[in-house]
């Protein structure tokens, strides 16, 4: 998706070498432009990627210093393509307006009392989704690893008797169909975020698709991982930035807030923020929940569980229910100031 | 400054090999703890490491896999040394209370115009302290090093005229009393942040600090910074968040807004955010600044220029004057969302 | 599998709020152990977690300052499990014995020429093991995706002719059969290093498998992705080294030849280290080999192709065979220093 | 010392705006050179950046998607301006030629009878240059911080002794004089490695200085803080790796081995590798010692204390005196098999 591709020569290239890079790249069917500069030779290649032959091997030759693309090569995701914001729509909730669409929920189902409870409650402080795990993707094999389609099947009650839609982590392209069928958005998890077969499965399903920026995802990367489900014919996705990793011990991630206004400038798809993942921990939750209502996010997605201290999975970083409620409250003057609504609960 | 320290002995360690650990923690004036887990000793150490040798020591035993101590090691900056929040004045300026403080200016002093019609601009929209650099750290020795005294002049010419206080970065501990001389608050810049000896000149002045943090410096390396300057007597400490280094090239740097949240659990001091060195990009101060007073940051410190289409270095993050006073305007309603104030401007 | 759990409450905390802590340990099964530091108490519980539910959510108490584990959680993987080194045997070929096994060809299989030129020219120069890719993880959906099928038929053929062993990446559970009929050891590559769903698929062919390290895995990470293959029944197992994403641009990826000492201590599986991906250069293929084999890696993964500047992928990266038998007699010498070798070629 | 800049103006830029940015171009001395891509305009700027005003300010240009240099902007220290490698000379040594020179001795100078039996012992087991720490940089204000003055006479006496040439840390421009007058070789440390009043203190002495990595510089940096020493008329520096701040915690550092060739493609200066701060644990010096040998490396700086379990900082990463001979010993192969040598010893 490259405009044109900008290749520099070494310093004292002759002029026999220059001529069969030139000779290549209109061999490749690109129309070659060369300019000099004081000790170097840029050559500038334009054509259409698409129809031609990559000018990648170029970077293999001996006399070329550097190969650098001048366009972006996603295309359907970007800005250029679609100018205006777009909206992804799950039933009657709308991702992307002027409405915060908060999600929220445990990270693991757990059982029938923890999930309906907790459903009930998230609905009633404003929450337009909700959230949990069914099948968990666990860094050791002896950790829990969800309750699988009995947890999906809870996930189908809770719908149908709180009206919240329902998001829920998709691991493994056996099980597309099976969460397809429970699920209105279907996550691809963090430790996913460059299985593209998983993302090509899930978006052939016509759902919503909220993809997790991967530990150590570019934004350019993770644009062409949502590149992958437009260019499967689905375009309901939402980027959803959970924390990425860097130096820094105090918290499991980095929360990027500044993803935020990048996919802004670069993409039409709405933002999701995921504060509980981003963080690790419940007392940061509230502060980073703001920040995203301030800078532009279009939705949160909040781990909240009844009784964090008895969590099966990552209670540490789960609100209770009063403290949800309360984070709500919180919002909704900030989401005023910048223009925006949360919903008021039922 | 820890509290005990957690020494966990290799499994199979022969009881002869865990008696002479014990021996020697008793030795360096501590009292051994012993517990012994399913497969291996966990043995701690308490007592004070001011008063006796480091335990570090024993990291190089060969039956010992590891040490790690249960307290943090700074104690003035932290919460459990003044549990309330604490305020940093400089002149009828104070930073860390209701007020929002802004403090603007252009990246470099170029010239007597430049500066005073930046400094009356940002006066008038609301910034109470002027910032300016007279000494400039540049990563190549051929780029512009800074005007040196003759701005340091400039800048207080511009505080007579306007009533800004001045922030400016000292760079070198030959010039901490021609700083001092001129700048109402010393900026220790991101290059020097583990500079020591600089700090401690620096501290000595009396001067408040605004210590920015390190390119991949942790919470923790950042406090104890602030420490060398509290150890020195002086508690007009401000921590500066703009940007740390990541995978992610898209920014120069990765703004950490949640390190407001973090240092306000773990430190008394006031927190400024940079937002312009933070993305490198202009189009990205307001959505930074934004989230930075919703997240509770005390400070603002932002590039500002008369024409950044011109400026000697970093035009690319430095707002104009029309642009800085609608950032203000646009501050405002988001500050009083979260409880607090931004000045009216002059 | 942690031997047990340290948990340190804050300072100040009330009698009444520890014992809580203190009941709370046993009732999940474990036997506290208090320990009073300067200020803090700290409390070490010892059980088996295996028998006993998590003390995670312990993390979501107030009082609880932090909770950390003493022991790591892989084991199957460990030394301490298997104190000897292990090999892993594919056919007559065995990695991690004192032969440094070179696995070489292709980045991506483009046809039969290319294929049978290449494995006839490394066999010849003294590699074992023939690579290639047919199926392709690529970061845009519009780059060239591999031969599939076609690609693995190729592989077979080459083996016939040659007698090399093959690898290939395992892209997709939906893929496992067939391409674990064509191949002798399954890569699981970069970007799913944590998807399980997949690694437990590979895992239950039997078959021997390659983990490439995940761009920004830590070695513990790792050795639990490794930990998921033993705990299938599966104990053929390679940790692959690759580069890892660090904040430097001059190489796509930071080359971690650390992790092969590291690796040595921890685990008794092979090590192998991929040189072309780690660097994305062919002109440090060999230094990086070098350094390999000096420290310790059992293995190497060189990309080979017989005209990097056609090839359809990742040609910067990948050797000419004069280039490959040429470091091939370079490295015999280093491997002697160090007490192996690399066998001498057909 | 870009050779050309390339700007890239956003998709659709009107023609008036594109001939404004052109305008600009010849107005700050620059050629313009304009390519037309698919849907974006490429203009190529060439000229003497020392000549005339910076690009720079083009980024803040509202049509101008990217500004970008083709040409690096360090120059005596490259290949280009110095093809051949360079050797630095400290009396009868030299560092860069066939000889691989081991530089040894404590982290810190704790005392006469430490130093002479550490210097002695290495002195017999083949180190050419003494290491000691008189003046040390910590992360925390209460940590011992080194003998200073008395410890620079130390090492003064240990040369008159041995014959050892000395190296020592440089921590601030006040200790210049008094440093330099003691050792023959400055050491600039990694918190110090962008303190540019420093390292041109230190250049200006004429003593060889070894710049060490910063914590997360990129090569590029680097370099041109080596610029900075070359700059001010000083041809004598060291490139010394010593560990990058990456995502990984099992070493406190993670010693980047590739930066050996890198450097040696860039620059025609020694490189120095040390491997005791490099992991942080003296079970992994050895590996890394032979790696950065295999790699090319010019000269070790390795950690040596008579007994590292009382060593006063930095224990763990201490080599004992029987350790550092054996490796001594170890390494001579591996020199040998990559054409170099080490030093016999007295």
Chains 1, 2, 3, 4 share one sequence.
Request: proline content about 5%.
């Amino acid at each position: 998706m490259f405009d044109s591709m900008i290749i520099v020569l070494k310093p004292g290239t002759p002029p026999r070498e220059e001529k069969a890079v030139i000779a290549e790249i209109r061999r490749l069917g690109y129309r070659p432009h060369v300019m000099r500069g004081v000790e170097r030779v840029v050559i500038g290649a334009i054509g259409d990627e698409r129809k031609n032959p990559s000018l990648d091997p170029l970077r293999a030759w001996a006399q070329v210093e550097s190969v650098t693309p001048v366009q972006k090569r996603h295309k359907l995701v970007s800005r250029e393509a679609h100018p205006k914001p777009s909206t992804v729509r799950v039933g009657d909730v709308e991702i992307g307006g002027s409405e915060i669409v908060v999600m929220a929920g445990p990270c693991s189902v757990e059982g029938e009392t923890q999930l309906m409870v907790t459903a009930e409650a998230v609905a009633k402080a404003g929450a337009r989704v909700l959230r949990g795990g069914a099948f968990k993707p666990r860094t050791s094999p002896y950790e829990f690893q969800g309750l699988g389609e009995k947890g999906l099947k809870l996930l189908s009650k809770a719908r149908k008797r709180t009206g919240l839609k329902i998001i829920t982590e998709l691991l493994s392209e056996d099980h597309v169909d099976l969460v397809a069928e429970h699920a209105d958005i279907l996550q691809i998890g963090a430790r996913n975020a460059q299985n593209f077969q998983l993302i090509i499965a899930a978006a052939k399903t016509g759902k919503a698709i909220l993809l997790k920026r991967g530990l150590s995802m570019t934004i350019n990367e993770w644009l062409l991982a949502g590149e992958y489900v437009l260019a499967n014919g689905n375009r309901n996705v939402l980027f959803c930035e959970r924390g990425i990793r860097t130096f820094e011990t105090y918290t499991r991630n980095t929360l990027d807030l500044g993803a935020i206004p990048i996919l802004k400038n670069e993409s039409h798809l709405p933002v999701v923020i995921d504060p509980s993942q981003g963080g690790g921990r419940a007392d940061l939750v509230s502060a980073f929940c703001k920040g995203a209502v301030a800078m532009g996010a279009d939705s949160l997605l909040i781990e909240v569980h009844p009784n964090p201290k008895e969590a099966w999975s990552d209670g540490a970083q789960q609100l209770d229910l009063g403290g949800f409620a309360q984070l709500m409250q919180d919002l909704r003057p900030l989401a005023s100031a910048v223009g925006r609504s949360i919903a008021s609960g039922t």
